[in-house]
């Protein structure tokens, strides 16, 4: 019954925006730590950032250095990834995952309840 149904991803070029999005059904929204992660193949995954439904609290691993930000539409119960000024290094399969409200930052990756497909984000010349 829960589903996770993430899309946007894309290639851009170096400078480049794209905006990725996380629609969910089946929870009660605002009692979950929605995130964002990334991975690149053959390494591990990392943490984007998240957005704390409860109190629209955000945080961003320091690799974003200001350039995304995480938004939502509570009424479509979907949350919004903003990248701008891509890198290279930005080149990854993005994650949207949802996890428990601890009352800290994001919980750990471990403590995911559910997991989006994932989708790719290429960035290059």
């Known amino acids: 019954e829960v589903q996770i149904v993430e899309s946007g991803g894309h290639w851009v070029q170096p400078g480049g925006s794209l905006r990725l999005s996380c629609v969910t059904s089946?929870?009660?929204?605002?009692?979950?730590?929605i995130n964002w992660f990334r991975q690149v193949p053959g390494n591990e995954r990392e943490r984007v950032g998240c957005?704390?439904?409860?109190?629209?609290?955000?945080y961003f691993d320091p690799f974003v250095k200001g350039r995304f930000t995480i938004s939502s539409d509570r009424a479509k119960n979907t949350v919004y990834l903003q990248m701008n000024n891509l890198e290279p290094q930005d080149t990854a399969v993005y994650y949207c995952?949802?996890?428990?409200?601890?009352?800290?930052?994001?919980?750990?990756?471990?403590?995911?309840?559910?997991w989006s497909k994932g989708t790719q984000v290429t960035v290059s010349s």
């Open positions: 995952a949802a996890g428990p409200d601890i009352g800290l930052e994001c919980p750990n990756s471990y403590a995911m309840h559910y």
């Open positions: 089946g929870f009660t929204f605002e009692d979950y730590a």
């Open positions: 957005i704390i439904m409860g109190d629209d609290r955000r």
